[in-house]
């Protein structure tokens, strides 16, 4: 995994935003896996400012999100799909069918797992997958636990993940959903590159396993030591933590 320290969280969304919309000139019908959370929060508005400045085209682009909690309709606030809709997808011209995202008010989740695989393979699978990290290792919603499940599946989520998403919903964690629906770590390794993004200082013992630990369903993110393509962009802060 190759790794890359920017001063602050400022410089890494510019240089991110700026890999991206290069990718898009480049690969106009690119496939992206996209996260949601408070870490790409300025991934995606420094997104929506360079596409108002230079008026990308984001017509052909595809992309998929990595996961949605259970029980809420995409109309729902506190939906993950509301959150691409205000931080991304309402600032480009991408088309709402090529916004792939799992239903959280699907009555069959198996099934809907299952479409969901379909639909990312049927695309010809994902050019970029874009990552943030749990602190306690999970990617995507990929807890950690004595196994993983490979490919997207329900997840009951841990206490610790359902606090950090508390944030979401004013901060009132009782109102944060019991489950989620999430793209497996197989789904997620399947694609041909992958850029992990963390910062601050919370995030460090969870980034020193992923890098430096062994490969453990204890730690999802270290599963990434065995792409060839990951590049991990980290803010100073927490890069210090690690030195
Ligand atoms: C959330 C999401 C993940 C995200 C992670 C970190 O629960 N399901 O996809 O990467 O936790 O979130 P944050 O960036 O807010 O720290």
């Known amino acids: 995994m190759k790794c890359q320290a920017y001063p602050g969280e ?6 991110l935003g700026r890999i991206i919309l290069d990718t898009i000139r480049r690969l106009p019908a690119v496939v992206l896996g996209l996260p949601t959370g408070r870490t790409p929060l300025g991934l995606y508005a420094e997104l929506a400012r360079l596409t108002a400045l230079e008026q990308p085209d984001w017509s052909e682009v595809r992309t998929f999100n990595l996961d949605e909690f259970v029980g809420l309709a995409p109309s729902d606030s506190g939906s993950y799909r509301a959150f691409m809709q205000e931080r991304l997808f309402h600032h480009v011209n991408i088309r709402p069918e090529h916004i792939g995202f799992l239903d959280g008010v699907a009555e069959d989740a198996d099934a ?9 393979a049927a695309v010809g699978g994902i050019d970029l997958m874009v990552l943030g990290i749990g602190a306690n290792g999970h990617i995507g919603f990929n807890e950690p636990g004595k196994t993983l499940a490979a490919r997207t599946h329900l997840v009951t989520l841990d206490a610790p993940t359902r606090a950090a998403n508390a944030l979401w919903f004013d901060g009132d964690v009782t109102r944060v959903p019991r489950q989620a629906l999430t793209m497996g770590m197989a789904t997620i390794l399947a694609a041909r590159a992958i850029v992990l993004i963390a910062t601050g200082e919370t995030k460090a013992e969870a980034v020193r396993a992923m890098l430096y630990g062994g490969v453990t369903t204890a730690v999802p993110a270290s599963f990434l030591q065995l792409h060839p ?3 991990v962009m980290l803010d100073q802060s927490l890069a210090d933590q690690l030195a």
């Open 229 to 231: 393509q990951v590049n």
């Open 10 to 15: 400022d410089a890494l969304a510019a240089a």
């Open 112 to 120: 809907e797992c299952g479409r969901y695989e379909r639909a990312i």
